[in-house]
């Protein structure tokens, strides 16, 4: 089996002391309470507080036992079996058993759910018995026990109960304000927006190692509101920290700062399958980000050190690929992005017949990845200094995701931290011609397609050779760079404030969890 064990930057832990309360901010709330609605880290990430899957990431990010307590390859590579841990219960008390595993992924995998993508493998999910389950796979599929590690399982009975049967991202349903999981923590309050109330699961399955009785989650979206919530007591953790005021926090004995850096990438996406520009004042009938030279032009024009140096203060790393090199598959040999070239970028524009420039619509979330409003200010002042110039429009994240969904950009910023921490999940997600049958490219929005890179992609999936495999990523990393795909910039920061008596563990993909909080 396919192991990835990433070094983690801290780990703190001692002999707790209950406690009554702990509060803390983050800037954005999560989406929706449905653990198959919406795959993004801010709802998983604190779902996973809730929910549990067959398999979990353990402090070292490795793979360990959940709700499996193991699990072996079928015959020739035809599948997975699962044997389920029993014993365990919901929080609304519901035992938990195969079916509630067979519904979860008939629900999980539907073409309502935003985690489709992930059973794209799989060919049938088969009970075998009340405490085994078959997961079959159209090939051989080594990496699957570590591709379903935020798969959560709903209890199949309260789904029914409760009318939310499938997940419903757009309208909602019971199950977008309320949880069943079987987690270590229940949800008491929800009011997005506001407040997100937790308290201990008494039935939980697991060994406590916090010191937590009630935890609250308030959504802040101004960071320099957030800071001051920490310094004043009011909340016991922020995240993330602004990036400007991580040296102030540091020098201050009342609070601690966590620092390491995320698996995210971030990067610009382009409307590659778009006829047209939508938010042109000039260029109304064609689409120049069609043109592989003008999007090479884009990566030329953008100053990623500048970006790093003055927005990053020196904290983050410049990025070539849909990967950081911590992520196994990373193609080392590709290491070396576009440089700031802005006369290459010119001649490039010319070369496509746009030595004039031409005018279009930025899209940007402003409160969901680091200092994101600041880069897009700054790459839109960039691209104007090769003609290229850039309406740019900001916006919660709550709205940001519909309008991309819905093709409403020229260009957008997009940030993605593989859930398998392996080079296959960007390409399966991002690079894969979008096609609802086979699961593929759900988040890959500009509708980006290369015959080669879809072949490819079950052969990596598939092969069990580490050499083989990773020549195949290779192959992939290097089609993605030639055709300029997207235009990576950098690998986010990671970086929370604390109060100086609260010990946690901060893992590389930005999931805060409350099972490893203690309160000294």
Known sequence: MFRYVLPIALSLGAAPVWAENFKWAETTDPQTMDPHAVNSAPVLGFLNNVYEGLVRRGKDMAIEPSLATAWE??????????????????????????????????????ESSDTRSWFAPVSDVVKVDDYTVDIMTTAPNPIFPDSIANWMIMDSGWAEANGTTLPDKENGNHATLNTNGTGPFRVTVREPGLMTVLEPHADWWDEAEHNITNAQLTPIQN??????????????????????????????????VFQGIEARIIMLGFPHEADALKYSNDTTDTNPFSDVRVRRAVAHAINVPAILQTIMRGNAEPASQLVSAAMRGYS??????????????????????????????????????LNDEAVCQAITGMLAQVGITATLDAMPVQNYWPELRADNFDMYLLGWSPGTFDAEHPVRFLASTPNEEKKL????????????????????????????????????????????AYVPLYVQPLVWGAQSNIELTQRPDNFFILKWVTVN
């Open 223 to 256: 960071s320099a509101t957030a800071v001051a919530a920490l310094l004043s007591g009011d909340v016991d953790l922020i995240n993330p920290v602004p990036i400007q005021d991580t040296a102030r926090l540091a020098g201050n004995d009342a609070v601690k």
């Open 332 to 369: 080392a040999g590709l290491s070396e992005r576009p440089a700031y070239d802005p006369d290459a970028a010119k001649a490039l524009l010319a070369e496509a017949g746009y030595e004039n420039g031409f005018s279009f619509g930025l899209k940007c979330p402003n409160d969901r990845y």
């Open 441 to 484: 490219g759900s988040w890959n929005f500009g509708g980006y397609s290369n015959a080669r890179v879809d072949e490819l992609l079950p052969m990596i999936q598939s092969e069990i050779d580490d050499t083989k495999r990773q020549a195949m990523l290779d192959e992939t990393a290097k089609i993605l760079q030639d055709e300029v």
């Open 73 to 110: 390859p079928i015959g020739d590579g035809e599948g997975w079996r699962f044997t389920l841990r029993q014993g365990v219960t919901f929080h609304g008390g519901e035992a938990f058993n195969a079916d509630d595993v067979i519904f979860s992924y008939q629900r999980a995998s539907d």
